[in-house]
T-cell receptor, first 111, second 111 residues
Framework: EAGVAQSPRYKIIEKRQSVAFWCNPI?????LYWYQQILGQGPKLLIQ????????DSQLPKDRFSAERLKGVDSTLKIQPAKLEDSAVYLC?????????FGQGTRLTVV | DAKTTQPPSMDCAEGRAANLPCNHS???????VYWYRQIHSQGPQYIIH???NNETNEMASLIITEDRKSSTLILPHATLRDTAVYYC????????????FGAGTRLFVKA
């Protein structure tokens, strides 16, 4: 079974630039999550999708972060404009219900 | 979802059992205990979960106290590849993985 795919693996941008991350969940998984993991901390949920609808985006900084999941499969997370404190690993996960499967993440460095 | 408390770090000798404790004193009756681990530069990996009975799979055993306020993850024969951060989380089976991941326990397996 193929896992959750994310790209790119690494990204370095200057502050105030924009960046986008892509996630392809496990086939058939209706639920998709985006997490932010700052160095030394556990993952923090940013947004949860059920199919192509948003279930929870209460912790998404909506002034600069946006996410979409067109057609209920792939998803993109965008940051515009980026700040220094956005430097983190961005993890995508998908779930059938009882278990969540995580991708390897995208490490973003904002300089 | 209930919060969990874990020691920040633990050491274990290779080949010995690693016993990782977790306190979840505010767990409610329909919440499960999940364990994930995160090896450096990878996304979190599911290990095991349980409700109130002890559970065992090919990776580990989960011992949950009778009052369900604490649990222990047991890696029976730790190897160097088990060096990782281990997260104990509590969640219901509905509502997705909104659960807050704490900082986890950093397990160092030493030769």
């Amino acid at each position: 079974e193929a896992g959750v795919a994310q790209s790119p693996r690494y990204k370095i941008i200057e502050k105030r630039q924009s960046v986008a991350f892509w996630c392809n969940p496990i086939s058939g998984h209706a639920t998709l999550y985006w997490y932010q993991q700052i160095l030394g901390q556990g993952p923090k949920l940013l947004i949860q999708f059920q199919n192509n609808g948003v279930v929870d985006d209460s912790q998404l900084p909506k002034d600069r972060f946006s996410a979409e999941r067109l057609k209920g499969v792939d998803s993109t997370l965008k940051i515009q404009p980026a700040k220094l404190e956005d430097s983190a690993v961005y993890l995508c996960a998908s779930s059938t219900g009882s278990r969540a499967f995580f991708g390897q993440g995208t490490r973003l460095t904002v300089v | 979802d209930a919060k969990t408390t874990q020691p920040p770090s633990m050491d274990c000798a290779e080949g010995r059992a690693a016993n990782l404790p977790c306190n979840h004193s505010t767990i409610s009756g329909n919440e499960y205990v999940y364990w994930y681990r995160q090896i450096h530069s990878q996304g979190p990996q599911y290990i095991i979960h349980g409700l109130k009975n002890n559970e065992t799979n090919e990776m580990a055993s989960l011992i949950i106290t009778e009052d369900r306020k604490s649990s222990t993850l047991i890696l029976p024969h730790a190897t160097l590849r088990d060096t990782a951060v281990y997260y104990c989380i509590v969640r219901g089976h509905t509502g997705g993985f909104k659960t807050i991941f704490g900082a986890g326990t950093r397990l160092f397996v030493k030769a």
